[in-house]
């Protein structure tokens, strides 16, 4: 069975009501009134300055409504290089915010799978792994233990040494790593990280993962990433999204 | 008829029209100018789309005219407040000066957005960057364009819509004129200066007039001008005073960069200062660009929302000369129509 036809399968491509599920995000609403197809948010847009990337054409097929296009917009690497920066909101004359508009059409895409189809989209199956199960486990988004220098070579050789020495290191420098009580990078107390759980429970956020987290099986499978009862191999995904 | 006496607020090109025609028709009129001269905003232009004439020419034929008809002209009053006194309505003036009229029109003018609002477009800060009115100002008191350096300009970016279409300084309305201004002002720079390179960066080339779209024409046969459709991020000076400017190409859909020794921003028209002031003490209302409101925009345009009030010109919504004085004489044959309607 192909992955499209998976999908169909459980109805998660829902290309027929793909304007009312957009409209139906409030972040809509805000970030799009009426674009006027000026130009001033890609002018000011940083991201537009590195990739082919667009915000007013962005703003423009949204507005459009049009079905082929926005389900396009939904399965490319266009929508995961906005930064968020926000700069687009300061100027635009009609008060739209591109960057808003992005927001609802990533959603959109985990929401109904369509990220797969990227190669910037199938990230995010990293991202859940490691943002996303550290501000679960830890309490933060970034937790020095998770920054591991072989998986991390941006970090730069001190890194090492800082991973290596880390307790004393943020000792030094007068956090509180790991411990009880107030400082930087204290100890989350268990009853916030449960209450932070709970947040991402009720708002959405962890349905959220399970589904990037299923899609992402179905992709591992139909590259054949499998083990020997054939169910998605996650280890080889991950290395093949590394590599990718 | 003849002895009602109508009161004109203003005397821009509106009002000098409007009050001659009334006088001329035989009523009393008095035209009460805040200023020490008559003549508005075109006191400060030196040439004139469509045909570059001279404003100045036809700010003293209206003067001419003015006098010759037998309009009692005040200078230097500015009027802050029209009330109503029975049938009649006072009108009082900074000074406690007061005026008594069966009728008022109202030609107030406009006044220019203020660029230094937009802040990204550096007005104020950087001495390259100027309006489509210093640069009236400038040409007619020197006759020559010139960067802050003293040199001639190599590369001239003209920016549309400053103030206007912009939800971010609260007018999301054209001003109408500015873009015809910046093609007039583009062929000026380019018959003076014609090694110079000038950009004209819009949004859309909005030329309503019967003789715009031929400037257009020789605007880009003629001279060259480069128009480029996308609108301005913004503006940032270098280290040698010259600026760079962002905008998309959107018929590319390309980002673009680029340095020019000076910008012009086309700046657009706003309600006038006193509007606020004149439409308190009576049922005057405004619309929701903030200029005064008609009765009925398409059949009572001249008509305020308080009976016996007038306004001509600008004070009503962006116009050109052209129009404006077409606009002040319907506003005369609307007062006379008020006059003879009314039981004595
Ligand atoms: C940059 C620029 C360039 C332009 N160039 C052209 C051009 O080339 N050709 C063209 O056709 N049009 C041009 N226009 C449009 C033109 O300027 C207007 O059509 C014209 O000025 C309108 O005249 P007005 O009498 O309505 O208003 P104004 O010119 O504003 O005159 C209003 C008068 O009322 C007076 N006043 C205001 N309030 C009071 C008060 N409370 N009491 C007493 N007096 C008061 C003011 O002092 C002023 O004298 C240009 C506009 C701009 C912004
Ligand atoms: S929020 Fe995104 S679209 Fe907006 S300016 Fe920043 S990077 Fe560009
Ligand atoms: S700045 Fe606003 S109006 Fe202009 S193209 Fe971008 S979203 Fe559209
Ligand atoms: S006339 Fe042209 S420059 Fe002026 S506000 Fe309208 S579109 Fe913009």
């Known amino acids: ?244 | 008829m003849n002895n009602k006496h109508v009161a004109v607020i203003g005397g821009g090109i509106a009002g000098m029209e409007a009050a001659s025609v009334l006088a001329r028709q035989g009523l009393k009129v008095t035209l009460i100018e805040k200023q020490a001269n008559t003549g508005g905003k075109l006191n400060d232009w030196d040439h004139l789309f469509p045909d570059f004439s001279s404003p100045e020419v036809l700010v003293n034929s209206l003067a001419t005219k003015t006098k010759d008809s037998g309009v009692n002209t005040v200078y230097n009053t500015e009027i802050s407040r029209i009330e109503r006194a029975g049938k009649r309505f006072e009108l009082r003036a900074n000074q406690d000066a007061r005026f008594y009229a069966d009728a008022v029109l109202v030609a107030s003018g406009f006044n220019v957005f203020d660029a230094t609002i937009k802040e990204e477009y550096g007005y104020g800060l950087f001495g390259n960057v100027i309006t489509s009115v210093d640069f009236e100002k400038r040409m007619k008191k020197h006759g020559q364009l010139h960067t802050i350096q003293g040199t001639d300009p190599k590369r001239v970016a003209i920016i549309h819509c400053v103030g206007s279409r912009d939800a971010k300084v609260g007018n999301t309305y054209c001003s109408k004129v500015c873009c015809i201004t910046g093609i007039k002002q583009a062929i000026e720079i380019s018959e003076m200066l014609p090694d110079c390179e000038v950009f004209c960066f819009y949004m859309d080339l909005r030329l309503y007039g019967s003789k715009f779209d031929s400037l257009y024409l020789q605007a880009q046969k003629r001279h060259k001008i480069q128009f480029i459709r996308g609108r301005l991020s913004e503006a940032a000076e270098r280290a040698d005073k010259s600026i760079q400017i962002k905008a998309e190409d959107t018929l590319q859909g390309r980002p673009l960069r680029m340095t020019v020794d000076m910008v012009i921003l086309l700046v657009g028209m706003e309600p006038g200062a006193s509007t606020s002031q004149l439409i308190q003490k009576n049922q005057m209302t405004v619309d929701e660009n903030g200029f005064l409101k008609s009765a009925n925009v398409h059949c009572a345009r001249n008509q305020s929302t308080q009976e016996g009030i007038f306004m001509a010109g600008t004070a009503i919504c962006p116009m050109a000369v052209n129009e404006t004085i077409e606009n002040a004489r319907s506003a005369t044959t609307e007062i006379i129509h008020f006059f003879e309607n009314r039981r004595p």
């Open chain 1, 1 to 244: 069975m192909g992955i499209c036809q998976a999908l169909h399968k459980q109805g998660s491509f829902m290309y027929s009501d793909l304007n009312q599920r957009l409209k139906a995000d409030v972040r809509l609403e805000e970030g799009l009134q009426a674009c006027m197809n000026c130009g001033i948010c890609t002018a000011i847009c940083p991201a537009a300055e590195f990739y082919e990337y667009d915000p007013r054409s962005i703003a423009i097929t949204v507005q459009s409504g049009n079905h082929e296009k926005i389900a396009a917009l939904l399965e490319s690497d266009t929508i995961w290089y906005c930064g968020q920066c926000m700069s687009c909101k300061t100027r635009c004359p009609r008060n739209n915010c591109p960057g808003l508009i992005i927001n609802v059409l990533r959603k959109l895409s985990q929401e109904t799978g369509a990220f797969i189809k990227s190669r910037m989209g199938r990230q995010q199956y990293l991202i859940v792994k490691s943002i996303g199960a550290n501000i679960l486990q830890f309490g933060y988004c970034v937790h020095p233990t998770s920054l591991v220098p072989a998986t991390h070579p941006e970090q730069g050789p001190v890194w090492r040494w800082v991973y290596e020495n880390m307790h004393e290191v943020y000792a030094a420098v007068g956090a509180n790593l790991d411990g009880d009580g107030p400082g930087a990078m204290r100890k989350i107390s268990p009853t916030d990280l449960k209450e932070l759980h709970q947040i991402f429970k009720v708002s959405g956020g962890l349905k959220l993962y399970q589904t990037i987290g299923h899609f992402s099986q179905l992709k591992a499978i139909e590259l054949g990433l499998t083990d020997e009862n054939g169910d998605a191999d996650m280890e080889k995904y991950t290395q093949y999204l590394l590599n990718e």
